[in-house]
């Protein structure tokens, strides 16, 4: 592991400094890294093992993003160094055993979002300096602390938001991160326009549909782009840790990152098919980074699959493929017994724009309101995330035509949130027409506007597309297919006729009917 001597074993930093490390439950895998990267006679990780470690050489060859910042890929070519510059401090031989643990827990450790926040925007902050860019973020930084002040335009943003798109990329999917491989960039204008409606001055007010908002001067203020963070994207700064964790895990288990392989051409076509889907690659990361559970990794298989049809395993319903109405969506979604997500594209008022809801049980045919926990989503032109208030548990509402007469019909079709004939999102069983209305309706979710100029009245739209995704994972899936298989089989043996049972022509059912049709009138005697 390139060890230092046995005093240097027993030293109180030592042990703090494994502490530390062991703490974060990576401490094996830096003594592997360690002893694959540090010079066997110096014991140390020469500075230029570590910078190629930590190197984004990697391109894209196309972008779903109608505006795209042209100093992005200088960036990236700086990331590696700003990570070292920050955290990794090595002296005159290179970096000794403490001060690469010292510098792992800097960055990995456990510490408050905020302050992970903090390490992400210093990497980008110094990253854009190093590839001659300017910004309005301002570091300063003393011996004992340092603080993050200024700004960040929408193009700042969008480029430190694609950052964290590349560096999970690279987490998920080491194999394909090879010399100057390449990727999409995914259209991820709904997370910038956000921040801008949240945190820049008058934004609440903007012109949402307005395609330079992206382009402008509207300042971002760093103290209200932590609070938009916190809220609606706490999963952010971990893209930072999980890279620098991905990397060292690489060296440990001695892959070369830097090996060409012609593999490394085959996610650049994929962003380009996946955005067929209402559940592109970039709304699928922009939900992911509000989740921390096991959905989260799900969602990521369909944000990072290098293969469609790895994506379409998790596709449960798509009103365009599978026919629109509740019964097509009730055959498809029925016996999945684990966390969906159902996303709905609309139109009003000239303007498409998309929402989302994420239930973690599966759908039921009731006339009531069910569930234990969910969240709504604004997926476009604006995301938003929109979790349960805790207030009632009115979360989920699928109910289909009862048999028999009902003297008080309850409504038939889909709703989220609300109450029953007040729903907070409701649409009804031909997946036509989609209501929305104002959060005063609704006490289980938090309160917030669903898509640009909400108002208080109900807003009524045109349904242009329903997916269904589930994120229960392999088990859960195999589970309903062969629920699914056992109700296809009913069915067909429920449709069969036992014609043993009819075995002359008197005694058909075809007769009887004839003899009715023909004199209905007669009268028949009971033979006994």
């Given at each position: 592991?390139?060890?230092?001597?046995?005093?240097?074993?027993?030293?109180?930093?030592?042990?703090?400094?494994?502490?530390l490390?062991?703490?974060?439950g990576?401490?094996?895998?830096?003594?592997?890294?360690?002893?694959?990267l540090?010079?066997?006679?110096?014991?140390?990780?020469?500075?230029?093992?570590?910078?190629?470690?930590?190197?984004l050489?990697?391109?894209?060859?196309?972008?779903?993003a109608?505006?795209?910042?042209?100093?992005?890929?200088?960036?990236?070519?700086?990331?590696?160094?700003?990570?070292?510059?920050?955290?990794?401090?090595?002296?005159?031989?290179?970096?000794?055993?403490?001060s690469?643990?010292?510098?792992?827990?800097k960055?990995?450790?456990?510490?408050?979002?905020?302050?992970?926040?903090?390490?992400?925007?210093?990497?980008?902050?110094?990253?854009?300096?190093?590839s001659?860019?300017?910004?309005?973020?301002?570091?300063e930084?003393?011996?004992?602390?340092?603080?993050?002040?200024?700004?960040?335009?929408?193009?700042?943003?969008?480029?430190?938001?694609?950052?964290?798109?590349v560096?999970?990329?690279?987490?998920?999917?080491?194999?394909?991160?090879?010399?100057?491989?390449?990727?999409?960039?995914?259209?991820?204008?709904?997370?910038?326009?956000?921040?801008?409606?949240?945190?820049?001055?008058?934004?609440?007010?903007?012109?949402?549909?307005?395609?330079?908002?992206?382009?402008?001067?509207?300042?971002?203020?760093?103290?209200k782009?932590?609070?938009?963070?916190?809220?609606?994207v706490?999963n952010?700064?971990?893209?930072?840790?999980?890279?620098?964790?991905?990397?060292?895990?690489?060296?440990?288990?001695?892959?070369?990152?830097?090996?060409?392989?012609?593999?490394?051409?085959?996610?650049?076509?994929?962003?380009?098919?996946?955005?067929?889907?209402?559940?592109?690659?970039?709304?699928?990361?922009?939900?992911?980074?509000?989740?921390?559970?096991?959905?989260?990794?799900?969602?990521?298989?369909?944000?990072?699959a290098?293969?469609?049809?790895?994506?379409?395993e998790s596709?449960?319903?798509?009103?365009?493929?599978?026919?629109?109405?509740?019964?097509?969506?009730w055959?498809?979604?029925?016996?999945?017994?684990?966390?969906?997500?159902?996303?709905?594209?609309a139109?009003?008022?000239?303007?498409?724009?998309?929402?989302?809801?994420?239930?973690?049980?599966?759908?039921?045919?009731?006339?009531?309101?069910?569930?234990t926990?969910?969240?709504?989503?604004?997926?476009?032109?604006?995301?938003?995330?929109?979790?349960?208030?805790?207030?009632?548990?009115?979360?989920?509402?699928s109910?289909?035509h009862?048999?028999?007469?009902?003297?008080?019909?309850?409504?038939?079709?889909?709703?989220?949130?609300?109450?029953?004939?007040?729903?907070?999102?409701?649409?009804?069983?031909?997946?036509?027409?989609?209501?929305?209305r104002?959060?005063?309706?609704?006490?289980?979710?938090?309160p917030?506007?669903?898509?640009?100029?909400?108002?208080?009245?109900?807003?009524?739209?045109?349904?242009?597309?329903?997916?269904?995704?589930?994120?229960?994972?392999?088990k859960?899936?195999?589970?309903?297919?062969?629920?699914?298989?056992?109700e296809?089989?009913?069915?067909?043996?429920?449709r069969?006729?036992?014609?043993?049972t009819?075995?002359?022509?008197?005694?058909?059912?075809?007769k009887?009917?004839?003899?009715?049709?023909?004199?209905?009138?007669?009268?028949?005697?009971?033979?006994?």
């Amino acid at each position: 592991m390139g060890a230092s001597s046995s005093t240097e074993q027993a030293s109180p930093e030592r042990r703090q400094a494994e502490s530390l490390a062991a703490s974060t439950g990576a401490l094996t895998v830096l003594e592997k890294a360690f002893s694959n990267l540090s010079d066997p006679v110096t014991k140390t990780i020469p500075i230029t093992s570590l910078k190629e470690c930590f190197k984004l050489s990697i391109d894209y060859q196309n972008c779903e993003a109608s505006f795209k910042p042209e100093s992005f890929l200088g960036l990236l070519n700086h990331v590696g160094h700003s990570i070292l510059d920050h955290f990794f401090l090595s002296e005159k031989d290179g970096l000794n055993w403490i001060s690469f643990l010292n510098g792992y827990t800097k960055c990995c450790g456990r510490m408050p979002t905020s302050d992970s926040l903090n390490n992400l925007l210093k990497v980008f902050g110094t990253a854009i300096l190093k590839s001659g860019a300017t910004t309005g973020l301002q570091v300063e930084s003393s011996d004992s602390d340092y603080k993050i002040n200024g700004y960040l335009l929408p193009a700042d943003l969008l480029m430190l938001l694609w950052m964290c798109w590349v560096m999970s990329w690279s987490s998920r999917l080491p194999q394909l991160v090879k010399d100057k491989a390449t990727f999409g960039l995914p259209d991820i204008n709904n997370l910038v326009l956000s921040a801008v409606s949240s945190c820049a001055e008058g934004g609440a007010e903007l012109n949402i549909w307005d395609d330079t908002i992206l382009g402008s001067d509207k300042q971002l203020p760093i103290g209200k782009l932590h609070v938009w963070v916190l809220k609606t994207v706490p999963n952010l700064p971990e893209c930072l840790v999980q890279f620098i964790h991905s990397r060292l895990s690489n060296s440990a288990s001695q892959q070369d990152i830097s090996e060409p392989s012609s593999s490394s051409t085959g996610d650049s076509h994929s962003i380009a098919r996946f955005n067929n889907y209402l559940l592109t690659p970039g709304r699928a990361w922009s939900i992911s980074l509000t989740l921390r559970s096991t959905i989260r990794d799900e969602i990521l298989k369909t944000c990072f699959a290098p293969d469609i049809d790895e994506v379409n395993e998790s596709l449960l319903y798509r009103s365009s493929l599978h026919g629109k109405g509740l019964n097509r969506f009730w055959s498809n979604a029925e016996g999945y017994n684990g966390p969906i997500l159902v996303l709905i594209s609309a139109t009003s008022e000239d303007h498409s724009w998309s929402i989302g809801a994420l239930t973690h049980q599966g759908f039921e045919n009731k006339d009531t309101f069910y569930g234990t926990s969910g969240s709504l989503y604004a997926i476009s032109p604006v995301f938003g995330h929109l979790t349960s208030s805790g207030k009632e548990k009115n979360f989920v509402y699928s109910h289909l035509h009862s048999p028999g007469y009902e003297a008080k019909p309850k409504p038939v079709g889909i709703a989220f949130g609300g109450s029953i004939g007040n729903e907070r999102v409701f649409m009804d069983e031909d997946f036509s027409k989609l209501t929305v209305r104002h959060h005063a309706y609704d006490k289980t979710y938090q309160p917030g506007a669903l898509f640009p100029t909400q108002g208080y009245l109900p807003t009524e739209a045109q349904v242009l597309e329903v997916e269904v995704w589930g994120l229960g994972g392999e088990k859960i899936k195999e589970a309903q297919n062969a629920f699914q298989k056992r109700e296809q089989l009913f069915t067909e043996q429920r449709r069969k006729v036992d014609l043993k049972t009819f075995s002359n022509w008197e005694d058909s059912p075809e007769k009887m009917m004839m003899d009715m049709v023909s004199n209905p009138n007669a009268v028949r005697r009971e033979e006994r």
